[in-house]
């Protein structure tokens, strides 16, 4: 992290409340419609699928969504969202692109059969985040060293990219904004494949927020929990700074400690102040570590 970067993590956009309708925030009008509507399969429909199914379909965009309970239990909220309700099978047939917007845990209890005939050209993104502590239990693989998204990648059989998974679904719904806006949230993403990184960075602009591409998917620990990218709402320049200044040997540590200073909170926490909590812990950490501000 650069000496100029001392208000890395300084200045917040006040976050509005989240809610299940159509009003309020950003997305693109998209010029030739055809050509940019993707039809995506957005596998989960919790906090962060349901919220991400709702923008991108508000962006123009074809989404199918599924969850564990099936269609039905969805139909009233894909009517709100002008989504689709669809079984996870149905969600994955014809999908452009597909999201993986699950608990960690629960990845390996998909369909073996979902991913295996699925044309090359499909895109498979990954959105989940590892919380052994509280919500995944340990995992061997990933416990012993290998990366997240590579771990999921062998579950399904199927390069992904990692994205969408380090920001809150608060501040996906409400705080994207158009391009060129001085104070633009900027995402990070990994993969292996550029088409695919294409399609994914399209979105994300789609969505109202400025994409970095931080390279192979080798490099997603850099945008995971315990990094200072993780959930910190930064523009674009802070960004690059904060996926640079992420150090793998203390990630997993700073990741239980982001947790611990969110829920410590409580459940009543605004948006703006769990963002303030998450940049708050990195701030601390950067001073112990080189004795000055980041
Ligand atoms: N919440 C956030 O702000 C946020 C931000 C970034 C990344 N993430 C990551 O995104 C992932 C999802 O988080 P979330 O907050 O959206 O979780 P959530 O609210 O608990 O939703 C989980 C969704 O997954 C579905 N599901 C679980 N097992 C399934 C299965 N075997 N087949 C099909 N659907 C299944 C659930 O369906 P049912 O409801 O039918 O059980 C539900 O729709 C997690 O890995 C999380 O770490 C979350």
């Known amino acids: 992290m650069h000496e100029r970067d001392t208000d890395l993590y300084q200045s917040v956009t006040p976050l509005a409340p989240v809610s299940c309708d159509q009003t309020a925030n950003f997305t693109h009008e998209m010029g030739n419609k055809e050509e ?7 596998i989960g429909a919790g906090w962060q699928g349901g919220t991400l199914a709702k923008q991108l379909a508000k962006a123009g965009h074809e989404v199918r969504v599924a969850n564990r309970r099936g269609p039905q239990s969805l139909q009233e909220c894909a009517k709100q969202t002008g989504t689709i309700a669809s079984t996870v099978e149905h969600a994955a047939t014809n999908a452009e692109l597909i999201m993986i917007a699950l608990p960690f845990k629960a990845i390996p209890s998909l369909p073996k059969s979902l991913f295996k005939d699925l044309p090359d050209s499909v895109t ?6 590892y919380y052994p502590s509280w919500r995944d239990g340990p995992i061997p693989e990933v416990e ?6 590579e771990w999921v990648e062998k579950q399904i059989g199927r390069p992904v990219v990692k994205a969408f998974n380090s920001i809150t679904f608060d501040s996906l719904e409400h705080l994207g904004k158009p391009v060129g806006s001085s104070d633009r949230i900027a995402l990070s993403l990994a993969g292996d494949r550029v088409e695919d990184k294409k399609k994914v ?4 602009d ?6 970095l591409d931080i390279g192979p998917l080798s490099q997603s620990w850099r945008q995971q929990p315990g990094t200072p990218a993780y959930c910190t709402d930064l523009d674009l320049e802070r ?3 904060a996926v640079k200044a992420a150090d793998r040997r203390t990630a ?4 239980e400690e982001q947790s611990r200073a969110i829920v410590a909170l409580g459940p009543n926490a605004t948006p703006l102040e769990r963002v303030k909590a998450s940049r708050q812990v990195f701030v601390r950490n950067y001073r112990q570590q080189f004795g000055r501000d980041c």
Do not use: C, H, P, Q
């Open 36 to 42: 940019s509507v993707m039809r995506i399969g957005m």
């Open 124 to 129: 498979i993104v990954d959105v989940s985040n």
């Open 144 to 149: 012993a060293g290998l990366v997240e998204s």
């Open 201 to 204: 960075a399209k979105l994300i």
């Open 206 to 211: 789609d969505l109202g927020f400025d994409a």
């Open 239 to 241: 960004l690059s700074a």
């Open 252 to 255: 997993t540590e700073t990741r």
